[in-house]
């Protein structure tokens, strides 16, 4: 039932947890970064293509690379699982990557200039490379930001993703959802800007295309940067040799105030699918391609591979 605590079983499988993730944690950072990175990109690279999960890599790359021939397709998803391993890694050493100087940043004039200002803005991103950098230097640059998160299922483990995000900074957290929702206004209403991710599946919401097919995508930073008046600020962040990251603060997307909300939002939804769209073509190895982006409609007329 809804609310209802949780039994004693489910408590004591949290612990465990718990502790797990505590040992992975403190091995990373007995490893140290460029080690600890290693290992778990060996390990993803190893074990990502024995999962289930590897189909939905594979015709993801069939969708948005159809000219693509299947080793190449094979290459490109073996190398993407071990940038996920190795982000997987990294987590446990984002306050690290910050002062051992592994972080490059384009474009902090933009940052230092919302700072200054002290107006929220939008900032737009997909799941690239090692996200985390992105919120680092965002916070890094003296811009208080709202972080949408989805908490982990246990909360001790929870608790400790939290820990190590207060390392770098992170400390203003907006949970999704409805209670989230509320949360970010209340931060915009004082100053603060929000950061969202918006290139996950979004089983509603306007329609757009991505790679020239379409998806549902999230109107919500849209809708925050009309109702605020402000811009929707692009980040990404490009993994580079020797664990090492650049993070790029792009032109700003300047929304149209037409006098139709609808189609505002809807172009405003189009452009920062695009500018993702654009991030992975760039650097398609950087892409989080695990998850189902595309609706069902999509998988189901890709056609049989020869």
């Not at 690239?128 to 949408?148: F, K, L, S, Y």
Request: include cysteine; glycine fraction near 10%; hydrophobic fraction near 40%.
């Amino acid at each position: 039932m809804p609310g209802e605590a949780p039994g004693l079983g489910q408590r004591l499988i949290w612990r465990l947890e718990a502790v797990a993730f505590a040992g992975f944690v403190g091995l990373m950072r007995l490893l140290g970064t460029e080690r600890a990175s290693a290992f778990g990109g060996k390990l993803l690279r190893w074990l990502g293509p024995r999962t289930g999960t590897h189909r939905t890599v594979m015709r993801n790359l069939r969708i948005a690379f159809p000219e693509m021939d299947r080793a190449e397709r094979e290459r490109l998803a073996a190398d993407q699982w071990e940038q996920t391993g190795r982000t997987f890694a990294e987590t446990a050493l984002v306050d690290r990557l910050l002062t051992e100087g592994r972080i490059e940043v384009v474009g902090a004039e933009r940052l230092e200039a919302i700072r200054q200002a002290g107006r929220p803005v939008v900032f737009v991103s997909g799941h690239m490379a090692n996200i985390e950098t992105m919120a680092a230097v965002i916070v890094g640059a003296g811009v208080p930001c709202q972080v949408t998160y989805r908490a982990a299922n246990n909360p001790h483990v929870d608790a400790q993703i939290r820990a190590l995000r207060a390392r770098y900074g992170i400390t203003l957290f907006a949970p999704k959802g409805g209670e989230g929702a509320r949360e970010l206004l209340e931060g915009m209403s004082r100053g603060e800007s929000v950061a969202l991710m918006n290139d996950q599946k979004f089983n509603e919401g306007p329609e757009v295309v991505f790679f020239g097919h379409p998806v549902n995508a999230a109107p919500g930073p849209s809708r925050l940067a009309l109702r605020f008046d402000t811009v929707l600020q692009p980040m990404s962040v490009v993994r580079r040799p020797g664990v090492r990251f650049r993070v790029t603060a792009h032109e700003p997307l300047l929304l149209d105030r037409t006098g139709d909300r609808t189609a505002d939002i809807h172009r405003g939804i189009q452009a920062i699918t695009s500018f993702v769209e654009d991030c992975v073509r760039a650097h398609p190895v950087d892409w989080f391609w695990v998850h189902k982006r595309w609706p069902d409609r999509v998988y189901a007329s890709l056609p049989p591979e020869s």
